[in-house]
């Protein structure tokens, strides 16, 4: 079953901040987060695997509560650069297939 | 180290005719992986594929859609008989191992059947 995400779009003002949610009603193995940029393909953010782990990528980070089956990825002083669709794609156990979420829409203007 | 190819990255075909999608993974990866996506919408698994044998193709459409990857040359996604609805980018990715590993994604392949 596909993971929902919230909210399903963002306007944002350049160095504003933002939190994209992915939640499931399966356990996870793992989250998967993308960007993509309009006609481009999704280019790969970040893997969190189940323990409850956060990771970053310069100001872009996430978490992972696999007791909620939650990701949520955070987007910290934001940039125009930033902007996109942003995808969670989800695995139930290692080596399973990814499904994603519907994706975030994000716009962030000067 | 060249990223994922994939060709055509255009492909308009009419109604009944075939419609065949290459995806070169990148150099030392095994696992391929095909996503469709309709427009304005998210990715969707269609089938994942070691060398030579389909691991998952719960994704594909029992009829029309077929998914190879040979030991030598790239994956093939081959669809027959086009109808409209077929009409989506085709996204193939490529990991170096299973899942646990990020997948890099081709640029796609647009198909449009007219």
């Known amino acids: 079953q596909q993971p929902v995400q919230s909210p399903q779009a963002v306007i944002l003002r350049e160095g504003e901040d933002a939190v994209i949610n992915c939640s499931s009603s399966?356990?996870?193995?793992?989250v998967h987060w993308y960007r993509q940029k309009h006609g481009e393909a999704p280019v790969f953010l970040m893997i969190l695997l189940k323990g409850g782990e956060q990771k970053g990528h310069e100001k872009i980070s996430a978490s992972f509560n696999e007791k909620k089956q939650q990701s949520s990825l955070y987007l910290t002083a934001s940039q125009l650069s930033y902007s996109g669709t942003y995808f969670c794609?989800?695995?139930?156990?290692?080596?399973?297939?990814?499904?994603f979420g519907g994706g975030t829409r994000v716009l962030v203007k000067p | 180290n060249a990223g994922v190819m994939q060709n055509p990255r255009h492909l308009v075909r009419r109604r009944g005719q075939e419609a065949r999608l290459r995806c070169s993974p990148m150099k030392g990866h095994s696992h391929v992986y095909w996503y469709r996506q309709l427009p304005e919408e998210g990715l969707k698994f269609m089938v994942y594929?070691?060398?030579?044998?389909?691991?998952?193709e719960s994704g594909m459409p029992k009829e029309r859609f077929s998914a190879e990857f040979p030991k030598e040359g790239p994956s093939i996604l081959r669809i027959q008989q086009v109808v409209r609805g077929d009409s989506a980018a085709y996204f193939c990715?490529?990991?170096?191992?299973?899942?646990?590993?990020?997948?890099?994604f081709g640029p796609g392949t647009r198909l449009t059947v007219t």
């Open positions: 399966k356990a996870l193995y793992s």
């Open positions: 794609g989800t695995e139930k156990a290692a080596g399973n297939k990814l499904t």
């Open positions: 594929l070691q060398k030579e044998n389909i691991i998952d």
């Open positions: 990715a490529s990991s170096p191992r299973a899942l646990e590993y990020e997948q890099y």
